[in-house]
């Protein structure tokens, strides 16, 4: 009444066939809030319940914010180093990081890992303060030399978060999680792993996603870019004026200057 502004009367059938609607209705309410109500419990059992999970193989009490870090070679192209994050066992894309390695030549993946959390814990110390509050769980594609080499940056840094490795078996799947100088073995049907797999799958498809940018910024390069004194806006307007590089090499000394 008070949104409508009057009275407001409620028709509420006794018999005949809009009582029997009335109950159709009910009934399929009741349905669909049961179905509801399931589908957010599985939610909940692969979100929050796997990140509990994952807490408890660790004996961690509360696992609520998770970063994952690997090292990607792809075709002998430069090493890049993705980071990924899942909170309360979704991924946080807004949190994403991107690393390209700049200090180490050829494939080493140790060597390119203590770059990635050098310059991710040291860098803007001020936006990634929050962040470290909250963290509870650094997760490395890798077993005890990747999480030994991260336990050494965070103690050179003075942090501490603890660090977990993934262990793979021969065909490169993960059999278990690497966590204080154990290997700790997983159920591969339960929910915990699924996320674990979901997460290094993500790191995985971050890390070629940034392949691909790096590769087409590197094909877009032009010969113009390395004229001294040409800069990103003169070689737009050449381009735009004589449409190809052919035109550019032809034109005079009048047409450039105009």
């Known amino acids: 009444?008070?949104?409508?502004?009057?009275?407001?009367?409620?028709?509420i059938p006794k018999k005949g066939q809009k009582e029997r609607l009335v109950e159709l209705a009910q009934k399929n309410a009741k349905?669909?809030?049961?179905q509801d109500k399931d589908k957010i419990k599985r939610e909940e059992l692969r979100t929050i319940g796997a990140m509990n999970q994952v807490g408890d193989w660790l004996g961690l009490e509360k696992v609520r914010r998770m970063e994952a870090y690997d090292i990607s070679n792809i075709s002998g192209f430069?090493?890049?180093?993705?980071?990924?994050?899942?909170?309360?066992?979704?991924?946080?894309?807004?949190?994403?990081?991107?690393?390209?390695?700049?200090?180490v030549q050829g494939p080493n993946d140790y060597a390119s890992m203590e770059e990635v959390l050098?310059?991710?814990?040291?860098?803007?110390?001020?936006e990634v303060e929050e962040e470290r509050k909250n963290q509870?769980?650094?997760?490395m594609d890798g077993g005890r030399g990747q999480v030994n080499i991260a336990l050494?940056?965070?103690?050179?840094?003075?942090?501490?978060?603890?660090?977990?490795?993934?262990?793979?078996?021969?065909?490169?799947?993960?059999?278990?999680?690497?966590?204080?100088?154990?290997?700790?073995?997983?159920d591969r049907h339960s929910?915990?792993?699924?996320?674990?797999?979901?997460?290094?799958?993500?790191?995985?498809?971050?890390?070629?996603?940034?392949?691909?940018?790096?590769?087409?910024?590197?094909?877009?390069?032009?010969?113009?870019?390395?004229?001294?004194?040409?800069?990103?806006?003169r070689r737009k307007a050449l381009?735009?004026?004589?449409?190809?590089l052919e035109a550019v090499r032809d034109a005079t000394l009048e047409e450039l200057e105009s």
């Open 118 to 126: 050098t310059r991710r814990f040291t860098h803007g110390m001020e």
């Open 152 to 186: 050494s940056v965070l103690s050179e840094l003075k942090l501490n978060i603890p660090v977990c490795g993934m262990v793979k078996d021969d065909n490169h799947r993960t059999r278990g999680l690497y966590y204080n100088n154990v290997e700790i073995p997983i």
């Open 191 to 233: 929910e915990g792993f699924k996320l674990v797999t979901r997460i290094q799958d993500e790191a995985h498809r971050f890390a070629i996603e940034y392949h691909r940018s790096l590769r087409s910024k590197a094909q877009v390069h032009s010969v113009l870019d390395d004229i001294e004194g040409i800069g990103p806006a």
């Open 1 to 11: 009444p008070k949104r409508r502004g009057q009275a407001v009367k409620f028709l």
């Open 136 to 139: 509870d769980l650094i997760l």
């Open 239 to 244: 381009m735009r004026r004589f449409k190809s």
């Open 31 to 34: 349905l669909v809030l049961d």
């Open 78 to 103: 430069e090493s890049v180093g993705p980071m990924v994050v899942f909170e309360d066992g979704r991924p946080k894309r807004n949190d994403y990081r991107k690393f390209k390695i700049k200090t």
